[in-house]
C-alpha cells in the first residue's frame, strides 16, 4: 500500500488522534490503487461463483473473501476452507460452529453453500458490504504496521460491538472472545491476565475472564459492552495497559544492554 496511515503516538493520546481522523485516512487509503483493484475483480467476478469449490478456485477472490472475515491466514487450507463453507451453520456439528471462532460462522453464513441455504454470492449489496469489510480489514492491517496494540483496539472495538449484540448467551460470548486472538489478547491485557492462562482447562479460562471481568469493569457481561462508555474504558484500560507492558519491556532491555556493556 502507498499510504501508510498516521499515527503521531503511541497509546490513548495516539489512539484519540487515530479516531479524531479515521474518516480521512481511511477515504486515502482505500484509494490505493492495488487495494481498488482487487476489490473491482472481487465484484466483477463473485456473482459467477456458485459453489465452495467455484471460490477456493480463485485465489484472488478468496483472499477477499478470507480477508473481510480477518481469516487470510486460511487462504492455502483449502479442504479446510471448502469444508467450512460447504457444512453451513444450521448443524450443531457444522465445523464453523465447532472452532469456537465466530469469525468462521460469519464466513460460512456469507456465502450461502450450506445445506439448505440460499448462495448469496449473486446478492449485490451483501457482496459489497463484505468488500467494504475488506477494505476495514486492510486498514487496520496497515494501522497493526505502524502500532500492533492500535490494530487490536480497532479490531475488538469493531468486532466486540457485533458480539455484545448477537443475543447469544454469556459463556457463549466470552468463548468466542478468548478463540479470537485479537480479542483474547485486548482482555488479557486489559484485565491483567497472563498468557500463560490459555493452558488451563477452558471452564478455568472462562472463570478468570469473568471474574476479574467483574472486578476491573463491574460486571462480565459481554453484551455491556454495547454501551460506548464501557467501550470506551476498555480501549483505554487495554491501551494504557499495553503502553506501561511495553515501556517496562523496553527499560529492561535497555538495563540488560548497559549490564552487558559492563562485561
Do not use: C
Amino acid at each position: 500500500m502507498s499510504f501508510q496511515p498516521i499515527i503521531p503516538s503511541d497509546g490513548i493520546v495516539g489512539w484519540n488522534f487515530l479516531q479524531a481522523t479515521y474518516d480521512k485516512q481511511f477515504e486515502t487509503f482505500t484509494k490505493d490503487a492495488v487495494l481498488q483493484r482487487e476489490t473491482d475483480y472481487f465484484m466483477e467476478n463473485i456473482g459467477n461463483v456458485k459453489s465452495a469449490e467455484d471460490l477456493v478456485g480463485d485465489t484472488r477472490l478468496l483472499e477477499v473473501a478470507l480477508d473481510a472475515f480477518g481469516l487470510g491466514e486460511d487462504v492455502y487450507k483449502k479442504a479446510f476452507v471448502i469444508k467450512v463453507l460447504q457444512d453451513g451453520t444450521s448443524a450443531d456439528d457444522a465445523l464453523a460452529n465447532k472452532l469456537g471462532d465466530d469469525r468462521y460462522v460469519k464466513f460460512s453464513e456469507a456465502f450461502g453453500f450450506g445445506p439448505g441455504d440460499t448462495v448469496k454470492t449473486g446478492v449485490v449489496q451483501d457482496m459489497a458490504d463484505l468488500v467494504f469489510t475488506n477494505k476495514v480489514q486492510a486498514f487496520e492491517e496497515a494501522v497493526g504496521e505502524q502500532d500492533h496494540s492500535m490494530r487490536v483496539a480497532m479490531y475488538g472495538e469493531r468486532e466486540l460491538a457485533n458480539l455484545a449484540t448477537d443475543g447469544t448467551s454469556v459463556n457463549t460470548q466470552w468463548f468466542n472472545v478468548m478463540g479470537q486472538p485479537a480479542l483474547r489478547e485486548m482482555f488479557e491485557v486489559a484485565l491483567g491476565l497472563p498468557e500463560s492462562l490459555s493452558k488451563i482447562d477452558l471452564d478455568q479460562q472462562l472463570d478468570a475472564f469473568k471474574s476479574k471481568a467483574e472486578i476491573v469493569f463491574g460486571t462480565s457481561d459481554i453484551s455491556e459492552f454495547d454501551d460506548p462508555d464501557m467501550m470506551n474504558k476498555l480501549v483505554n484500560t487495554y491501551l494504557a495497559r499495553q503502553q506501561i507492558a511495553d515501556f517496562s519491556a523496553s527499560q529492561s532491555s535497555g538495563a540488560t544492554a548497559l549490564m552487558l556493556l559492563q562485561f
